[in-house]
T-cell receptor, first 111, second 114 residues
Framework: GQSLEQPSEVTAVEGAIVQINCTYQ??????LSWYQQHDGGAPTFLSY????GLEETGRFSSFLSRSDSYGYLLLQELQMKDSASYFC????????????FGAGTRLFVKA | NAGVTQTPKFQVLKTGQSMTLQCAQDMNHEYMSWYRQDPGMGLRLIHY???????DQGEVPNGYNVSRSTTEDFPLRLLSAAPSQTSVYFC?????????????FGPGTRLTVL
């Protein structure tokens, strides 16, 4: 089967940089995705890494290392509106067309 | 485009009742899925569909049925509601089965089973 692990909570200060890690166990997979979810809202897609390395989208970057079964989401110049839950997700080989999500990391941004 | 829409937004059921959660998308996406979200457990896949007439089970399919008669609609049926099915239900879609890494989610249905 597949499993993903993320820290349950992270706290950071406005204007700072924060990294949210995701480690996964799967026999093979297509890539790692990240989603953001504000309280009471729906998850929204942030980024996808199909290859090893860094992908940058504005203040957000995502990194993948297949050899380490590890990825992270990097948020720069934190704003109060970044307070939300962040989920990593994978679609594995041989599991049909299923995307499996981690339990999520709750990010608290303090003034 | 409205994207992915879900109805109702809120629902309260009694144990044993049945109901259908509606999901529709207007993006001509082939792939659609249903997730449930419980506190501290992330999103768990219930059922998914790779196209009209084709459905398959996800991680937690028991107690739920789906069908996909059109590309646009993917309803989720609760056969006999149980308190354990109290959750927030999200419908999602992606362009096709090869692009499920990028899914678009509906606003969710908050279901309480008494």
């Amino acid at each position: 089967g597949q499993s993903l692990e993320q820290p349950s909570e992270v706290t950071a200060v406005e204007g700072a940089i924060v990294q949210i890690n995701c480690t996964y166990q799967t026999s093979g997979f297509y890539g790692l995705s990240w989603y953001q979810q504000h309280d009471g809202g729906a998850p929204t897609f942030l980024s996808y890494n199909g290859l090893d390395g860094l992908e940058e989208t504005g203040r957000f970057s995502s990194f993948l290392s297949r050899s380490d079964s590890y990825g992270y989401l990097l948020l720069q110049e934190l704003q109060m509106k970044d307070s939300a839950s962040y989920f990593c997700a994978v679609r594995a080989y041989g599991g049909g067309f299923k995307t499996i999500f981690g339990a999520g990391t709750r990010l608290f941004v303090k003034a | 485009n409205a994207g992915v829409t879900q109805t109702p937004k809120f629902q309260v059921l009694k144990t044993g009742q049945s109901m259908t959660l509606q999901c529709a998308q207007d993006m001509n996406h082939e792939y659609m899925s249903w997730y449930r979200q419980d506190p501290g457990m992330g999103l768990r896949l219930i059922h998914y569909s790779v196209g009209a007439g084709i459905t398959d089970q996800g991680e937690v399919p028991n107690g739920y049925n789906v069908s996909r008669s059109t590309t646009e609609d993917f309803p989720l049926r609760l056969l006999s509601a149980a308190p354990s099915q109290t959750s927030v239900y999200f419908c999602a879609s992606s362009f096709d089965r090869e692009t499920t890494d990028t899914q678009y989610f509906g606003p969710g249905t908050r279901l309480t089973v008494l």
